[in-house]
């Protein structure tokens, strides 16, 4: 099969969170599995001009409308003339100084609307051109919102027109309301100015569009699939996911097997595997110790987070908890992240009042990330809602025990100590609501754990790093849907405007 993916972001090139991760990971096993892979992600100014990367020869005509053509170049990575049978996916990087000459991958909404929208066309376009042409078109979150529309509009009449289209929602809350402005740039059929597809109270939600004009919808565990079609977690799209349950499909992330692996990862102070869990945790604590300046003790247990700091991860509510549990609970805290600067500050003088005790680094630094996988006892994720989140699986990886909240994949991938076979098969501390005593509560067990039932934990840490977080089911169950997808969109007519 041949697949195209456009995504604003896909690691190892571009990464501001979960989406870049499962951009790159998911492409990877898809060629390997044996299928045609593309993916087309902006070259910004931070990843231009990497080793192995060729220029197309022509530059790419990106028809923005009938009356507007704008020029942007193509580089490649592992070109398709490559002698070896397609075994890996191939980037290409769309350059373009206006849109994407900054080192930033998001700006602003209202110019990313058009960057986006820029790059979402220029892939369309650049298969036009090299005929290459897709069975399916695989568009991630709302920067790629407008590919399932162009190819029911303006490109249905071109050799794109049936491939079908797959949508995922990595996270419903970023939608992409942007000025109605953007639909006379793009020249786009005024009948999608309706409720049931582009407009949204005046402006445009390009992710309405996509969930109206994608062939198949899916999004990132099968828990947050469900309760997006709620008024709770719908963001106001819950009609809308309702209506299309039917092509709806909830796939767990799985994670990068290769760049999250304890027994070869270079970025941590000793690499080990389950059978000598206990000393190489011990090691990579002692260095994450040293590393920020907390007192160095094997005996106490060590809480850490690695996170965007935004509303959705819940650590504002953390965040107020911890002056009194660094004051009286016997632990250290150690945050690497970046985000709100409200929640920077916070964190900042947290850092400040409790020195030895509580680390704090802002900024993105994936070395450290790592490290605080391997070396923390426990991981903190007291999300308000999380599509799916990786670090929960990470941390599992790394025989590190995570406490979440029972939200969207919180829920599918976190066991709970205390619940049904308890310490036979936990993985984690689970709570449920969204308040300061769950958390608060979920805190003192996991302390509770590691000083007064240390078999448990040790049992705990053993079926954490026991689980399977492999990308093979998940590769099977997207492979599924494009089937599906491919069937249901060489079925259909042409979308046509309504009576
Ligand atoms: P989200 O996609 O909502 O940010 P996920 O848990 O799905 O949350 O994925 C977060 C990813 O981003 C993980 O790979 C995590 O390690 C990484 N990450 C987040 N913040 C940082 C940071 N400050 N430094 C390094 N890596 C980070």
Known sequence: MRILMIAPEAAPFAKTGGLGDVVGALSREMAMAGHEVRVVIPAYGSVRHRDGWAPHPDPVAVHISPWNTLFCRFWTLNPPAHPAPPS????????????????????????DAYRFAFLTLAALDFCLQTQWHPDVVHAHDWPAALAPVFLNTTRRGTALGRAASVFTIHNLFHQGIVPASLMEWLRLPSWLYTADNLECFGALNLMKGALYHATKITTVSPNYAREIQTLEHGCGLDPVLRHRAGDLAGILNGIDLAEWNPAADPHIAARFNAADAAQGKAANKAALQHALQLNP?????????????????GLDLLADLLPALLENAHMQFALLGSGEARLEDCYRNLAARFPGRCAVRLG??????HLIEAGADFFLMPSRFEPCGLNQMYSMRYGTL?????TGG???????????HGAKTGTGIVFHEFNHGEILHAIHRALQLYFDFPPEFTALRRNALARDFSWKKPVAAYLNVYAEALKSRRGQGAATPPA
């Open 410 to 420: 919180l829920a599918d991938t976190v066991e709970d100590w205390g619940s049904g």
């Open 402 to 406: 995570p406490i979440v909240r029972a």
């Open 297 to 313: 003790d094997a005996g106490i247990p060590l809480f850490g987070v690695v996170s965007r700091l935004y509303e959705q991860k």
């Open 88 to 111: 890996a996916p191939i980037f290409h990087f769309v350059e373009h100084n206006e849109f994407f000459g900054e080192n930033a991958i998001y700006t602003e909404p209202r110019r």
């Open 364 to 369: 993105f630094d994936n070395k450290l990330a």
